[in-house]
């Protein structure tokens, strides 16, 4: 999911001839980012009593999240309330896919844990995004290392899940995971300073995927180390 209208071409030096984004637009960027968490949070909360339901279905919901990815979300990029409405329907199955895992970690006691991952999640994302605007270095060149990293976690993490089912090696994906796109947050929120995104709404899908995928890490690492507790 984190493809999601990221440009990997060269661009080097596009600071040079992109303006800035506008005040207003960063602002409904992370509104939007702020409605799509709850959105997120709405979709988990009305589906958590059907956990063992969403399991069996889990990967077709994925399938959905993927659509939405790469066509809804495009479909409707010209269309500002379908398109708004792509972005809610989006948000709302990742609550949705979320919920095995929420539920997984209620069940064995370790409920604290949820609001402690998205506490610290909060706060590395806000400490990244900072750092990312009021850096006065070029991030742009990491688009393609990026890249390659990505393409390597998916197939490690398929390889994992499918074939090898160790533990030790799903920790050390999860935390390179959560290097990743720690390291994301970076590059997409300076591309967005910079105005390189034409639609807060596609600006905010970037920042959600990365907020998301370090949430799911940091949940996931809490509930691994709680557990040997």
Do not use: C
């Amino acid at each position: 999911m984190a493809l999601y209208d990221r440009n990997y071409q060269s661009q080097a030096g596009y600071t040079t001839h992109i303006e800035s984004a506008s005040v207003g637009f960063m602002k409904k960027t992370y509104q939007l980012l702020a409605a799509s968490m709850i959105a997120a949070a709405a979709g988990a909360y009305a589906t958590m009593p059907y956990a063992d339901v969403i399991m069996q279905y889990k990967w077709f919901i994925f399938g959905f999240e993927l659509f939405m990815i790469f066509f809804g979300l495009g479909m409707t990029r010209n269309k500002p309330a379908l398109n708004l409405a792509a972005l809610f329907a989006f948000t709302f199955a990742t609550g949705i896919s979320l919920v095995p895992l929420l539920a997984m970690l209620i069940g064995a006691g370790q409920g604290a844990v949820i609001g402690n991952a998205f506490l610290m999640t909060s706060v590395l994302f806000g400490v990244l995004s900072l750092f990312a605007i009021n850096s006065k270095s070029d991030f742009s060149s990491w688009s393609k290392p990026l890249f390659i990293t990505l393409i390597v976690v998916i197939v490690a993490s398929l390889v994992n899940y499918f074939v090898l089912q160790s533990p030790i090696m799903h920790l050390v994906i999860t935390a390179g995971v959560l290097l990743l796109f720690g390291i994301f947050t970076i590059y997409d929120t300076q591309n967005i300073a910079n105005g390189a995104y034409s639609s807060p709404v596609d600006a905010a899908v970037s920042l959600y995927l990365d907020f998301l995928n370090m949430f799911t890490a940091i949940l996931q690492l809490l509930g691994i180390f709680g557990k040997d507790e």
